[in-house]
């Protein structure tokens, strides 16, 4: 039995859409026949949503929350003792979301063909990132699913915690930053060229800030859409060259070097790594298998080349600390944690532990940068406004005095 997504014309010839099981799309059709329901296209799940990656979309995957989502309520289930297929298709009648329900109730059919949960997700690899999937498998051949899901479920629920404690962070002073361009802009294009011209008929040599800033409001509006164009062009190359592997390594390699950027650089991709290892070991999954699926997770590429790199000193008989040490990435303290767990025997513990770590420097180096921020913006802001006001003042100052 498969799932299938049909799109029909009911007798008033509105459209409906939907998913339904079945043996075949002609059942799928002559069920569809019976409820009054003209058929248009009767297609299964899982071709569908393989030919998504293979084009431009915008529905690529689903969002972390959602993800966080349908695994705990799945663990719920689990854990309760429902079967599998019950356990999905109770599930995908509580969410809301077509697509969603469309992909979980195509797990479900692989699931109800005799084929393992982990086989079912593998169907839909642009939704179920491979941590996601070895860990299932993991959980399912030591037969503990229950608590392999509700791991999963904390980790995908504390990283979608933390991005969102991140986002909110940005917001405001991304919108105060906008906010101040867009001001600035305003009044250079707009206000000053029609205060400038009171000054035009005087025969009297204005301040070098006035004639500053009526440069800088001539240039802006003589090339305005020229300078939006090359923003433009710049972003879009720039863009394309972060493609290809080469330059990417190099500019990610320089992110690292930074003084502060490289920091959050560092911190970010290291407690994604511990996090990812952590609950993969827990799960069960082989050390090297693990640290080939945690170096993948990680977003800056030498720190992801170091963690593979490690995984082949280990292949070697090396320890884990010490070859993650040797790529100079890592932080003292997650190292320190780690090599404590290889000693001790909880090396999940202890990278769980390092994890946390990595999580809370991060937040309070983020906040801590945000609260210099949103000052040293207004500040800024402040300054520029002041230059404006001061270039229109001065020959007002200076008229008057010749009046006298």
């Known amino acids: 039995m498969g799932a299938f997504e049909y799109s029909a014309y009911d007798a008033r010839g509105r459209e409906r859409k939907g998913v339904l099981e079945g043996d075949s799309p002609r059942q799928i059709r002559a069920r569809l026949r019976e409820q009054g329901l003209l058929p248009v296209s009767v297609e299964p799940v899982v071709e569908k949503e393989a030919a998504r990656p293979g084009g431009f979309s915008l529905r690529r995957g689903i969002s972390a929350a959602d993800l966080a989502l349908i695994t705990r309520q799945l663990a719920t289930l689990v854990r309760a003792g429902l ?48 941590l996601y999937r070895s860990t299932v498998a993991a959980g399912e051949q030591s037969g503990h699913l229950d608590a392999v899901l509700e791991r999963l479920a904390d980790y995908t629920e504390a990283r979608q915690q933390l991005h969102s404690r991140i986002q909110l962070a940005l917001i405001y002073p991304t919108v105060l930053t906008v906010m101040a361009v867009a001001v600035v802009t305003g009044l250079l294009t707009w206000v000053v060229p029609k205060v400038v011209q009171v000054f035009e008929g005087l025969d009297q040599e204005l301040p070098w800030v006035t004639r500053a800033l009526i440069g800088v ?12 164009l090359l923003l433009v062009a710049g972003g879009t190359a720039l863009a394309w060259v972060l493609r290809r592997p080469g330059p990417r390594f190099a500019f990610h390699r320089l992110l690292l070097r930074l003084p502060v950027v490289g920091g959050l650089v560092a911190g970010a991709n290291t407690a994604r790594f511990a996090r990812t290892l952590s609950i993969l070991v ?11 699926i945690a170096g993948q997770v990680m977003e800056n590429l030498p720190m992801r080349e170091a963690a593979l790199a490690a995984a082949h000193r280990v292949r070697e008989g090396a320890g884990l600390a010490g070859s993650l040490e040797a790529s100079g990435y890592f932080p003292p303290m997650v190292v320190n944690l780690i090599a404590s767990g290889e000693v001790s025997g909880n090396l999940e513990q202890m990278l769980e532990r390092a994890a946390v770590n990595q999580e809370r420097e991060l937040e309070t180096t983020i906040a801590r940068l945000m609260g210099l921020m949103e000052p040293a913006l207004i500040l800024g802001m402040g300054l520029v406004v002041l230059f404006i006001v001061l270039a229109i003042l001065l020959p007002i100052f200076d008229l008057n005095q010749l009046v006298k």
């Open 217 to 228: 409001s001539d240039f802006l509006r003589g090339n305005f859409w020229w300078l939006a």
């Open 83 to 130: 079967p599998l297929d019950e356990a999905t298709a109770t599930v995908a009648r509580q969410t809301a979301k077509p697509r969603l329900k469309r992909l979980i109730l195509g797990v479900r059919s692989r699931i109800m063909e005799g084929h393992s949960m982990a086989d079912g997700l593998r169907e839909f690899p642009h939704v179920f990132p491979e």
């Open 282 to 292: 827990a799960s069960g999954v082989p050390v090297l298998e693990a640290l080939r």
